[in-house]
């Protein structure tokens, strides 16, 4: 699947993995669908 995700959006996910709470953007929307 490809999502498009806005500029910010896109950032907040980049900074998740960034700082290391993360190990890539599949985790942090993993998680993320985990809370819906």
Request: glycine share 2%; proline share 3%.
């Amino acid at each position: 699947m490809h999502i498009t995700l806005k500029p910010d959006r896109n950032q907040f996910i980049e900074a998740q993995v960034k700082s290391g709470k993360y190990s890539s953007v599949d985790e942090v929307i993993a998680a993320a669908l985990e809370l819906l």
